[in-house]
């Protein structure tokens, strides 16, 4: 089947999608976005998070039909050009990405907790993060990225 | 295989009852990872998330009618006042991305003895509103758990909301998992106060083949109350009501062993567990302070 959808404020299509094919999928190897990680497609790595309609949702969960006509935001659409988001710069300033294997979701999820709570307190920041799971921090740096990026007030 | 988007309830209704073998998705948070790790192919998908209604909630003499489509994090953000023990229920599936996408229709259809909203939907004593091109049928959440995995639904059914009434006292749920978030539940407890009836209603989760109320546990407590007087004038509880209290939903569970935890803990799990919610109920009836969770 065909599936329409806008991505990252570009309108897109892809063609030949199986009908039972994931979103993640979908913009991974159909539409060359490889920011999403696949890892489990389970819904319990949080690495292929994305904006559905504005709300972070596990693009491995969504069937690609189900995105059709809907607006998709992955972490390719979180910067300005080159000009990282704030919730990524500060991800890098804070030394919280290392392999990088979870960085995209766990972006994703943190710059909606920061758009609804701008000044999360740390349970706050954990029970957003609580779908990311990420192998090689320890988490204490993503924690950090957080709160740096809430003192930069990103909430753009 | 086919996707299918019907627009309109009527649309998804004439299609499941011409193909009762396309199998409805509304989160997909269940449906999806049987398809991704191949162990579903069905002929076709019949998306619900198209349909308006679905995912609408409105009110009427003094009940909740929840669409089938309403997704956890809406339900939380909007109906915790009313409904208390479902919006706590809610809070402990997943995480924020399974939330934003799971719904509590999808958690009947999936109807696993394990599913968080089925100990509050049974304890506080919700129905389940179901339609068919034949009609529309209302299941008391009782009556709809079969077995496991299996539910009252028939094939040309689809799940198009619960009805429950609007919290007039306490409510709680709480449940046990090994750590804070992210897990299934290895047991799993609802309590509703229902001062109005003199009655107390209370149900366990993943400690059965379905859930279930705890029948022995709930008229042995209803009759406490109402014979002490203690809905109307609110004293502490005595102790030994609460172990007895605790002691009957023990003896009303049928657990397993399995990977998550044993038969004898979850027996005694749950008898903590309905201990400790009663306690913080009754607190908050007392007092009209929530206490936890
Ligand atoms: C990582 C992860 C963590 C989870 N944690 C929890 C947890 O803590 N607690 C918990 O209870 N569950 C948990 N789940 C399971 C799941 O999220 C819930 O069961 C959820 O309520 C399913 O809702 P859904 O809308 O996504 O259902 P779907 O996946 O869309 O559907 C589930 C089932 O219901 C059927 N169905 C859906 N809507 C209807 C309808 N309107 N009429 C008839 N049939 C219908 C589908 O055909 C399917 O059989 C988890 C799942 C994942 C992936
Ligand atoms: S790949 Fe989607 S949650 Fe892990
Ligand atoms: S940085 Fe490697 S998994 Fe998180």
Known sequence: ?156 | MEFLRPATLAEALAVKAERPGAVPIAGGTDVMVELNFDHRRPEALLDLTGIAELGEWSTADGNVRLGAGVPYTRLIEQLGARLPGLAMAARTVGSPQIRNRGTVGGNLGAASPAGDTHPVLLATGGTVEVASVRGIRLIAADDFYLGVKRNALADDELITAVNLPDAKAPQQFSKIGTRNAMVIAVCSFGLALHPEQGRVGAAIGSAAPTPRRSRAAEDFLSGELTDAGLWESPAPLRDSVCRRFGELVAEGTEPIDDVRGSAAYRRHALSVLARRTLTWAWQEYRTGERSCA
């Open chain 1, 1 to 156: 089947m065909r599936v329409n959808m806008t991505v990252n404020g570009e309108q897109r299509q892809a063609d030949d999608v199986w009908e039972g094919e994931s979103l993640l999928y979908v913009l991974r190897e159909r539409l060359g976005l490889p920011g999403s990680k696949n890892a489990c497609e389970q819904g319990e790595c949080g690495s292929c998070t994305v904006y559905l309609d504005a709300v972070p949702v596990c693009a491995c969960l969504v069937a690609a039909g189900q995105a059709e006509g809907r607006e998709v935001r992955t972490v390719e659409g979180l910067a300005d050009g080159d000009r990282l988001d704030p919730v990524q710069q500060s991800f890098v300033d804070a030394g919280a990405v290392q392999c990088g294997f979870c960085t995209p979701g766990l972006v994703v999820a943190a710059h909606d907790l920061l758009a609804r709570v701008p000044e999360p307190a740390d349970e706050e920041i954990r029970e957003a993060l609580a779908g990311n799971l990420c192998r090689c921090t320890g988490y204490e740096k993503i924690l950090d990225a957080v709160k740096l990026a809430a003192t930069r007030g990103a909430s753009a």
